[in-house]
């Protein structure tokens, strides 16, 4: 009987010893290459922060052209290539009562008012709040500025005040401000820093270009 219980406890240990032996080799191996087993790169690869937030800003009237565009990287190296990216963000939102987009591999975050269409675009795994503060701030900052009257004729006889306050929001793709109070007084301060003989002649080839606008428009 004492012959059965020892070898029972051979047969006992030597398990738990090939059972260690597995868990040790298991802890001990090297995670899978990519392309070993069938494993590809997608989930080895991590998506590093970037302070370059936003790809683009645009303004679209409701005809879909452009009223005003800054693109901050090359994903639409020509003029031709960012018409047609345009277009088609405008033919994919401008019916559509959402606020945010997949579209060409970017995420686009957009609002409307009365005869125009805000964009802000950043890539497919950006944080759509971080590029929504930048559309809102924008927004807020144009209906401060216009004296809530944000529509085409208005925005187009203050581009100037336009491109000042997208620059103190957005630089080079890195958001720098989201309080539109705070690029408001910043605006206000860089106007009051032309020269009265800058702003005048500023005024007269903002004047010339309104009227020669609105005669083909006629």
């Known amino acids: 009987m004492w012959k059965y219980h020892v070898l029972l406890l051979i047969i006992l240990l030597t398990l738990v010893g090939w059972l260690f032996d597995s868990f040790i080799s298991c802890v001990a191996s090297p995670l899978p290459t990519p392309g070993e087993f069938g494993v590809t790169t997608s989930i080895f690869s991590v998506v590093e922060p ?3 937030t936003v790809k683009a800003v645009l303004i679209l009237d409701n ?7 800054k693109y901050y990287d090359d994903t639409y190296p020509t003029v031709k290539e960012q018409k047609a990216f345009e277009k088609n963000i405008f033919n994919k939102t401008h019916r559509t009562d959402s606020e945010i987009a997949l579209l060409e591999g970017l995420t686009v975050v957009y609002k409307s008012n009365i005869d125009l269409f805000f964009y802000v675009i950043g890539s497919s795994h950006e944080n759509e709040l971080m590029l929504m503060a930048v559309l809102n701030c924008l927004f807020d900052s144009l209906s401060q500025m216009l ?5 085409r ?7 100037e005040g336009l491109f000042l306050a997208v620059d103190e929001i957005v ?4 958001i720098l401000e989201s309080d539109p ?21 500023t005024q007269v ?14």
Do not use: C, F
């Open 63 to 69: 005809d879909g052209d452009r009223l005003y565009a």
């Open 205 to 218: 080839l903002q004047s010339a270009k309104e009227q020669i606008k609105w005669s083909l428009l006629r």
């Open 181 to 201: 109070q705070q690029v408001v007084h910043r605006v206000a301060l860089r106007g009051d820093d032309v020269p009265l003989t800058e702003q005048t002649v």
């Open 50 to 52: 970037s302070l370059y």
């Open 147 to 151: 004296r809530k009257n944000v529509e």
């Open 171 to 174: 630089d080079g793709g890195v």
């Open 153 to 159: 004729r208005a925005l187009l006889e203050n581009m």
